[in-house]
């Protein structure tokens, strides 16, 4: 897929959009005092000419890591720009090196790359057998590694992740359509995530059944996250608990959260969608959050 922003149309390619702008335009032209719509002549000079920028948009590509093996190395500080670092440098339960895992699966990594060849965002997925729903992440990630023989019956998207700079722009949707054409042709009849609620860190005491009830005045999810999903045909299959389990060190902890931990107990974390476990006596953390299954039929 790819989109790019043209400087400068022909004089023979040009005649074709003044009705299209004359048409989306048309409120500001019947309601104003003052006249804002350019003639046809005004319009056609501005669209010929190369010095009149034609959009704030710079050229996007959107490519799998099958085609683009040269910006993997960009990958791991993308995630380091947007995640917490306990959920990148803890140690997960699953017990699988998720990097080799993903690098093993290049078609289902689907990249987002700018007009200067930068990576602002990165979908990543791994392909699964059967239409069984693991048990959240950690299952996902142990159910692809234990996937031998290559089977892509259903994708798993593991995360989506979009750059600081580029955020507020719609590419977490793009990013979200890339991942459902990727999965439609490696074959796979539907596309499932165990979404992480974006908005569920500010409510780290409240469970995941009642965050999940929540809504908005006009009655969609209350959770950002879930409700762009809603809105590009996912559905909700409930909720899985638990969803990943991070442990560490209390001095590992500690590292990651630029906090100390005093004492044993729980402690809400940034970040964290549920309070982190502390056991001085045994210089452990435990982590542990549930998460939304919600599944894309292709």
Known sequence: MRVTVETVLST???????????????????????????????????????????SDKSEMTAATLAERPDLAAQVPGLLESRWPAFLLAGRAAHGINLPELLLSHPGHQVLLINGDNDLIGAAL??????????????GAIRAAADNTEGRTDQVCALSITVAPEATRKGLAGRLVQALKQSATQAGARRLILPVRPTRKADYPLTTMPAYLNWRT??????????????????????????????????????????????????????????????????????????????????
Not at 125 to 138: H, I, M, N, R
Not at 255 to 268: A, F
């Open 12 to 54: 023979a390619d040009v005649g074709q959009f003044h009705p299209a702008y004359e048409a989306g335009f048309d409120a500001p032209r019947t309601r104003a005092a003052a006249r804002h719509l350019l003639t046809e002549d005004e319009f056609n000079t501005e669209m010929t000419d190369p010095r009149i920028k034609k």
């Open 125 to 138: 997925s791994v392909p699964l057998p059967g239409e069984a729903y693991p048990t959240g992440w950690d």
């Open 217 to 298: 005045e006009h009655g969609e999810m209350f959770d950002p996250w879930l409700r762009l999903h809603a809105r590009h045909g996912a559905e909700l299959v409930g909720i899985t608990d638990p969803a990943t389990t991070f442990t560490g060190t209390v001095a590992e902890w500690e590292k990651w959260l630029d906090m100390p931990l005093p004492q044993s107990g729980e402690y809400v974390i940034p970040g964290g969608l549920a309070p982190l476990t502390v056991n001085l006596a045994a210089d452990e953390g435990v982590y542990t959050e549930s998460g939304v299954w919600m599944r894309y039929r292709l």
